[in-house]
């Protein structure tokens, strides 16, 4: 006589175990839709250009490490977002060479495509043998009025000394 390879009772499991596994992936697939259907969050880009003003600062009278540099940052936005932000950057290391690194916080106050509040953007950015890499994203939590809730993304582009950004963003709706 031949013996089959499962009993019947691990074959029943593993049928049990296969459709809970098909039932769980179909659970998550309409609680997904059912959620994208909703519009709970709108995805928008905006677009423009800024001028930026950086001055070195110290806080309260003092003055930074040696080998770290201290700057205030005001920018005025233009495009998609009209406003303003004011910040504090430090930096480090040595940009004529191409080597160094900043750190940054601003706050933006505004219109972002018609609502206005404002939000914090957090930088990070490095340059190292001439290749630069930039992270600069919303703050969670930070956004006020009808700006509550935003988070994103936001591209810094520098040409010719002319800067832009391109923001991309979600808002609960």
């Given amino acids: 006589m031949i013996e089959p390879l499962l009993n019947p009772r691990e074959m029943t499991m593993g049928w049990v175990r296969g459709a809970c596994a098909v039932t769980l992936c179909f659970l998550l697939f309409v609680v997904a839709a059912a959620a994208a259907e909703k519009g709970d969050v709108m995805s928008e880009q905006a677009t423009g250009t800024f001028e930026v003003k950086i001055v070195p600062e110290t806080i309260a009278g003092k003055t930074p490490a040696p080998g770290l540099s201290q700057m205030s940052i005001d920018k005025t936005f233009h495009g998609d977002l009209e406003g303003s932000s004011r910040g504090s950057m430090i930096s480090a290391g040595n940009p004529k060479a191409g080597e160094a690194g900043y750190v940054a916080m601003e706050i933006v106050t505004g219109r972002l495509k018609g609502r ?7 930088h990070r950015a490095t340059m190292s043998g001439g290749t630069a890499a930039m992270e600069v994203t919303v ?33 609960p709706e």
Wanted: charge should be negative; aromatic fraction near 12%; charged fraction near 10%.
């Fill in 116 to 122: 206005a509040g404002s939000f914090a953007l957090m």
């Fill in 139 to 171: 703050v969670p939590g930070s956004g006020t009025q009808a700006l509550k809730g935003i988070a994103g993304t936001f591209i810094i582009h520098i040409n010719n000394g002319q800067h832009s950004y391109d923001f991309d963003y979600e808002l």
